[in-house]
């Protein structure tokens, strides 16, 4: 392997690394140390789709701790999310009041729950709070991002302290998580990884997360080339590896995430 300090790589080195690493890495036997293991508990849609939702909402921080938290949520819901958001009254929401992470407290706790009982009375999948945005011709997911961030904070009840958990490309934001969160529900993956339960947003339409690992790795890789991590870098990166695979860009988070954990670019 060349010296990771190099900021110049063949293409066809990166291609074959990529392709090499996805291979390592999108495997079932990653599943529990990642935050994806929590919808991976479930196997209702909806219920996929809350706790993924949360577990992506929620990843920052030790891996541990985010899977531990997302543990707690659950069981506050009697393990079944789907059910208790649609059915449950004021007086199921005091357990609640205690929940927190880093800076998502009990008000944003209370308010996800809000906009999950009022969605799902209408709809019978989240995928239409993203897809409902979009055209079939849309390059990227950027549109359905910014639409759902609206719909999201479109309530009388919306707390201002809970908008900086939802992120979106109009604040110029990467929307790392919700990226993520996408990529679990629309990634059509034969390893058992992603779930690719939606099926309106195409994975070519995706956007790779870009965390801190990713990042680092993307740029040694010569796959960056923006100076600052916004939501044009994470198009540019995704740009880049449209050419390695156009139906499927986003496949290769899980080798450059497998490289940053490895050190290849400290």
Known sequence: MPDASQTAYPPEYVA???ESKVAQ???PKFIPSDPISIPH???VKQDIEIMGFWAAIL???QRKTIINKCLE???LMD???YDFVRNHHESDLKPFLHFKHRTFNATDTLYFLHFFQEYYKVHDSLEF???SHMTPGDITVEKGLTGFHDLFSNSENFPARTRKHIATPARKSSCKRLNMFLRWMVRKDHHGVDFGIWNTIRPAQLVCPCDVHVDRVARVLGLIKRPVTDWQTATELTASLRLLDPNDPVKYDFALFGLGI???AS
């Open 16 to 18: 074959e690394l990529l």
């Open 129 to 131: 709070a993203f897809s």
């Open 25 to 27: 890495y999108n495997q």
């Open 262 to 264: 490895e050190g290849f």
């Open 79 to 81: 393990h079944a999310p």
């Open 41 to 43: 508990r479930f196997s």
């Open 73 to 75: 949520l659950a069981a």
């Open 59 to 61: 990843a920052w921080g």
